[in-house]
């Protein structure tokens, strides 16, 4: 049973494109987050979100939206991809003071 | 500024040998200080949180410490194993800047269990 899952694992594109990834937690949690990984391994958060508040961190370009249709999704659309977003991309949800991380979506952009 | 510093970067050792690895912070004021580790190709998965009151946590064969005055944790891996190759990251959360960020990320310790 996968508590955290994200589509797709891998996405290649072009740069310019506009592209979305979906993430999906059957867990329940009231809170959800988009972190991106650098080359270097550092974990930042971009967004958190419950059914209440969204929390933008204010160093995410604006062509990062995130898109949540219900408590159980937060997707994550990114517009005119650039270079510099390659990337692997992590969504989490949270209960108390835990977080479960998805299993990440590499992004490549061409 | 808060940071978080983990060291080493990267570590060989021979299975059934024990590690330690380290990681200091700047975070204040402090709330909780969290181990994950991350497999390759994967999410980080907790592994111990501990609030500023706690010296010492396991899990397992992981136990991990901490002592807020000094600001550092350590995470202490007895008899290691294959399946112990990964990234293990320190994470610690305090008070929510103007970003809305309360997390903190440590860089990670890359670990390699050989056989």
């Known amino acids: 049973d996968t508590a955290v899952s994200q589509t797709p694992k891998y996405l290649v594109t072009q740069m310019g494109n506009d592209k979305s990834i979906k993430c999906e937690q059957n867990l329940g949690h009231d809170t959800m987050y988009w972190y991106k990984q650098d080359s270097k391994k550092f974990l930042k958060i971009m967004f958190s979100?419950?059914?209440?508040?969204?929390?933008i961190n204010e160093t995410v370009p604006n062509r990062f939206s995130p898109k949540s249709p219900d408590k159980a999704h937060l997707n994550l659309h990114i517009n005119s991809l650039e270079l510099g977003d390659s990337a692997v991309y992590f969504c989490?949800?949270?209960?108390?003071?835990?977080?479960?991380f998805g299993p990440g979506t590499r992004l490549t952009v061409l | 500024k808060n940071q978080v510093e983990q060291s080493p970067q990267s570590l060989i050792i021979l299975e059934g040998k024990n590690c330690t690895l380290q990681?200091?912070?700047?975070?204040?004021?402090?709330?909780?200080l969290r181990w994950y580790k991350q497999d390759t190709g994967r999410g980080p998965v907790s592994l111990t949180i501990?609030?500023?009151?706690?010296n010492t946590k396991s899990n397992g064969r992981y136990t991990a410490t901490l002592d807020a005055d000094t600001k550092q944790s350590s995470l202490h891996i007895t008899a290691s194993q294959l399946s112990d190759s990964a990234s293990y990251i320190c994470v610690v959360s305090g008070p929510r800047d103007n970003a809305g960020n309360m997390l903190t990320f440590g860089g990670g310790t890359r670990l390699m269990v050989k056989p």
């Open positions: 989490a949800s949270r209960l108390g003071a835990t977080q479960y």
């Open positions: 990681c200091n912070y700047t975070v204040s004021p402090f709330s909780n």
């Open positions: 979100y419950n059914n209440k508040e969204l929390i």
């Open positions: 501990m609030t500023f009151s706690e």
